[in-house]
């Protein structure tokens, strides 16, 4: 793996790594989901700021941290994790699929996004 910190992105390490167990390299996507918003009551985007310190500096955000937090309406990339990392996102059961480590590279990128959000006047469903 020639890269372990995407050049280009913001880095915000948030330590705690840990290897993962092997098996084929994936990325897994998901969005953020951050407010329960709806057609007829659409909600304001939470701010990208409010999410990078979230999973960058509060230790609870801290304990959920993906390895990429992606914007798509402004192309902003923050990085908390290594590519040789584990990341943090995704539930973990006892006895069960350690899904954050399952695979050689485990990529988790989350991405700002919520739906019926509003950004800049636009809903997007």
């Known amino acids: 793996m020639p890269d372990l910190w995407m050049p ?17 390299a994936k990325a897994i996507a998901h969005i953020t989901w951050d407010r329960n ?7 304001a ?10 999973f960058g500096r509060n230790p609870s955000g801290k ?10 309406f402004t192309g902003r990339i923050t990085q908390f994790l290594p590519a040789n990392s584990r990341s943090k996102s995704l539930a973990d059961r006892a ?20 739906p019926h959000c509003r950004v800049g006047g636009k809903t997007y469903a």
Not at 8 to 24: E, F, I, K, N, Y
Not at 45 to 54: F, I, T
Not at 63 to 72: E, I, Q, S, T
Not at 98 to 111: F, K, M, P, W
Request: glycine share 12%; proline share 8%.
């Open 63 to 72: 304990a959920a941290a993906p390895h990429v937090l992606w914007d798509p």
């Open 95 to 114: 006895g069960g699929t350690r899904t954050n480590r399952a695979g050689s590279v485990v990529i988790q990128v989350e991405t700002l996004f919520f």
């Open 45 to 54: 985007l939470v701010p990208y700021e409010n999410l990078v310190d979230y």
């Open 8 to 24: 280009g992105a913001t880095r915000l390490d948030v330590g705690g790594h840990a290897s993962t167990d092997g098996g084929p």
């Open 37 to 43: 918003a709806t057609a007829a009551a659409p909600a």
